[in-house]
């Protein structure tokens, strides 16, 4: 069955209230359109997902444009799960192309991205098949996911900004994607390679592999902002979140998927999945933001604003704002740092309310695990050059980031 041509703006809006009225609709948290990646040898394999567009939490009319269209094109949609997954057909095009109609004399600049996205697969319709390439995607609750598809939507959702850090479900995302070899950006199968190793290099047309992994790189997916630099591609993961002027330099520096920057920060070092770092901080040569699976308990690490992480240094607790670790120290939860009673005392002045922070009356200096001093402002942590003592001292300088390279 054909939808009808839509007229006007007034009556597409009225389409979309008859389509979310129907019993046991469900409004999508997610939906895409993908080109994909099959497997050379296996095509039921999906090894990569390309979104031009995704929808996270808005777009809704769209998301009931495409599943209208879908349901005239004779695809029984499944609103029970928590993610519907399938191929795009010329018919679902011809479908949207009818209710997008009033939209679809806008500049290609101009028009929704959604609309953009069916123009153009109209386009490429007229000239090639389809085929079973382009895969339509929706989220109907933030489960498990069950599909690469699904996987890449939600590597988008973060890597876009569209979904905050550590707020999506990527439990068991590992098991659901395909290792593969990455050579240019695109996947190649391990097994067609294999089976065609001695042929191809023989004909020295062996592909240059990058890598082998289950993700892709960050900058294969993203286009970041104008004052972002990634200096090494390899360095930032899809599914990292790089706020605008985040730079990541080249060398020991490394962003993992769900983790990333929250304002203008400097990267030299590892953040690690689940790290979450803040606006005007540094995070020095070699220095590593310990994940929830690297001796963290699985308790996620937060870096505040204007902190600073020493080169080769380890950080593995909450640090606040205005925090400082020293080159080459490990700052976990069960360190033994100490205070002075008198840098306690002005410790206590920027976090006040924080009942670990009171002494005991005579004493000199007070310990503490680092787990106790987790997510505390102001902090500067050193080692007694002497003694090898780790102390904790009110840090007495802001951390400031050059301007001029972000």
Known sequence: MALDIVIDEKEFKKFVKSVESQE???????????????????????LQANFPYINWNENFGSGAVFLASLQASGVEVDFGGSEFVC??????VKNAMNIFSPYLNSATGDA????????????????????????????????????????????????????????VNLSGAFGVLENVAWSIGMPIELEWLRENEIEMKLQGTF?????VDKFPRYLSHVIPADNTRVLDSSKVRMG????????????????????????????????????????????????SILG???????????????????????????????????????????TKVGILS??????????VGNKKLSTKKGEEICYFKGLELAGMNGLHFRQNSMTGMIMAYR????????SDLH
Request: hydrophobic fraction near 35%; glycine fraction near 12%; include cysteine.
């Open 240 to 287: 990292a979140q790089l706020y605008p002027g985040t730079t990541v330099m080249p060398g020991a520096s490394y962003v993992n998927f769900n983790a990333g920057t929250t304002g203008v920060v400097m990267v030299e070092g590892r953040i690690s999945s689940s790290a979450v770092v803040g606006k005007g901080s540094d995070v020095g040569g070699g220095a």
């Open 207 to 211: 592909p240059i592999v990058e890598s």
């Open 112 to 167: 929704h991205k959604n609309v953009q996205v069916i123009k153009t697969l109209h386009w490429i319709s007229q000239t090639e098949k389809l085929r079973d390439d382009f895969r339509i995607v929706f989220l109907f609750e933030d489960a498990q996911p069950k599909s690469p598809e699904a996987v890449y939507l939600k590597l988008y959702a973060l890597s876009s900004g569209k979904a905050p850090l550590r707020s």
């Open 87 to 92: 191929d795009v057909t010329k018919k679902f």
């Open 292 to 334: 929830v699976l690297s001796g963290t308990n699985g308790n996620p690490v937060s870096i505040g604003e204007n902190t600073l992480l020493g080169a080769n240094s380890v950080t593995g607790i909450p640090l606040g704002d205005g925090c400082i670790v020293d080159a080459g120290m490990a700052i976990l939860e069960g």
């Open 395 to 402: 840090s007495r300088r802001e951390v400031k980031l050059n």
């Open 342 to 351: 008198d840098e306690l005392k002005k410790i206590a002045e920027v976090n």
């Open 24 to 46: 046991g609709y469900k409004k999508p948290i997610g939906f895409g359109i993908a080109r994909v990646d099959r497997g050379q040898k296996n095509r039921d394999k999906i």
